[in-house]
């Protein structure tokens, strides 16, 4: 089973709280979701491999560690998932970036795919799939099993809020994903709307609606 890990530094915490409250307009939110997705990629790469390398201070020579040259793409998936993406690239600035456009049928709440686009290389990279939103699962399993299906090889999935449903789906699915999320609520409403969540993210970073 994938990890599942909570991400709640305290600066996140914080950012969470403003994200949901309604009266956080559009230009505030897009700011908020792009902070958390840098403070999510600091949790995120935490185990990412160094190697040992050696430079020289004015003093002495001193050995130090970098990041492994390990090649790595991102995944938001479309649209709400684009708001992530900046975020991360300022600590990933090395990252390629894929894009998969599905949408949730209001009636059934299944995804439909409409678009699928990723780098040239992207079945050499680990893959990390971006959606601020893990309502049932139904999307981030559709977008993890699109990628499977074209010989990449996705890795983590991080959101900003799950709810206890669509981490299960997820995990069921899909074992070998590890799941980062920066808060797990409490249940899904008869909508498939996260409770408490934030509302409609995608509507929320856009302003539509
Ligand atoms: C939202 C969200 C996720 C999905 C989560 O997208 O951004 O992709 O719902 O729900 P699920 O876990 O039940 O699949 P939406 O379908 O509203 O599309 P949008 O981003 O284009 O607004
Ligand atoms: N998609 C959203 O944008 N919000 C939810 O609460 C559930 C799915």
Redesign the pocket.
Known sequence: MGRFTVCDHPLIQHKVTFLRDKHTDTKQFRELVDELSTLMAYEVTRDIPLETVTVETPVAKAEGKVVAGRMLGLIP?????LGMVEGMLKLLPSAKVGHIG???DPET?K?VEYYFSVPSDVTERELIVL??????????NAAIAALKKRGCRPTKLVCLIAAPE?VKAVQEAHPDIDIYVAALDQYLNDH?YIVPGLG????RLYGTK
């Open positions: 998936i479309l649209r709400a998932g599905l949408y949730r709440l995804p959606d601020p939103m893990l309502a049932t699962g139904g999307s981030a669509g498939g409609d993210a995608g509507d």
